[in-house]
């Protein structure tokens, strides 16, 4: 059957990802402010755009109507931009996640899916993150995702409506802006060598990530849609090097691969691995190998 759904943010790298996968037998909204994503995203897809700000409660409750999920992506995805204005990360990502969940608990919505970040771990240096550690948030970036956890559970807990934040390690796939400063490591190692640069790499490319795909991103929010409320990490329980993952980008490419080396940005984690044993619960597992990811990514890539 279909059903209604909105999508915040869904302009955006994994909101529009996601809007593609649903808006195949659903009827999907997106509301999205164009700060940081782009029409270019949704294509030609059968979605329905509503330009628009989270910091408007109107607009959110009018465009939430008759919705049984809200997908909430839209936030200044970035730690940087949050160091920089903390009160515009504070306004988008606290003020506006609570206009998001009077808005869905108002009109009737049953659930709402959120995007939290791994950023909510910070500072600590145990490994793999659990979901039950406590959290050490660096940044105004990491403190708005938490908050907006709480606020999710609290309103669970208040009001009965459902809530899922799933923490998100580093995403990467089709759509994600490889000319933002802001972007992922490898959408910009991918654009680097399509273009016979070398890429850059902060630091001495030793510190590991967690690299998940977007396509198993989305899965995750379908099942998160259905399965028991809380908070999940998602993200692949494998970490790749820098300098790994470099080579293996410039094996799939057939380019050599040297890269530059400039100084550690301030703030960086050294190394990040999830444990996903919670979110196996809820039916999540990554389909993707690393390398099946990359290539359908460099082939997105190659066509943009
Ligand atoms: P993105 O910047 O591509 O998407 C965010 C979208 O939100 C953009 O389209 C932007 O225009 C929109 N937006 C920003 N402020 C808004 C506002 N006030 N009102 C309406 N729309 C607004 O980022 P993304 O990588 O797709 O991230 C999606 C979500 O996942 C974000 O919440 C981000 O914090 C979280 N996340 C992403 C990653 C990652 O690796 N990409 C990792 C952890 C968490």
Excluded at 280 to 286: A, C, D, E, H, M
């Amino acid at each position: 059957m279909s059903e209604k759904y909105v999508i915040t943010g869904g302009a955006g790298f994994i909101g529009s990802n996601l809007a593609e996968t649903l808006s195949k037998d659903n009827d999907v909204l997106v509301i999205d402010d164009l700060s940081a994503g782009k029409m270019e995203n949704l294509g030609c897809l059968d979605v329905r755009f509503v330009k628009g700000d989270l910091t408007d409660p109107k607009l959110l409750k009018e465009a939430f109507s008759g919705a049984s999920c809200v997908f909430h992506q839209a936030a200044i995805a970035s730690v940087k931009k949050s160091v920089e204005d903390p009160s515009r990360t504070n306004a988008v990502g606290i003020d506006g996640t609570l206009n998001v969940l009077i808005a869905a608990r108002d009109a009737g919505v049953s659930r709402v899916v959120q995007a939290s970040s791994a950023a909510v771990y910070g500072s600590s240096l145990q490994l793999p993150k659990k979901e039950d550690m406590l959290p050490e948030p660096m940044s105004p970036y990491a403190v708005s995702k938490l908050a907006a956890e709480h606020y999710a559970r609290v309103f669970q807990e208040l009001y009965g409506l459902k809530t899922v934040s799933l923490r998100y390690f580093n995403v990467f796939g089709p759509k994600q802006d490889p000319y933002s400063e802001y972007s992922g490591v490898i959408s910009r190692f991918i654009s680097a060598l399509l273009h016979d640069e070398q890429p850059v790499i902060y630091g001495d490319g030793e510190q590991t990530r967690d690299f998940v795909y977007v396509a198993d991103v989305v899965s995750a929010n379908i099942l998160a849609s259905r399965g028991a409320p809380g908070v999940y990490n998602i993200a692949c329980a494998k970490s790749i090097s820098l300098n790994t993952l470099a080579k293996v980008i410039g094996k799939i490419l057939a380019k050599e691969v040297r890269p530059r080396y400039e100084s550690a940005r301030a703030g960086d984690i050294k190394h990040s691995l999830a444990d996903i044993s919670r979110a196996k619960r809820i039916g999540y597992s990554p389909k993707y190998s690393l390398e099946e990811a990359l290539i359908e990514t460099i082939q997105w890539f190659g066509k943009t």
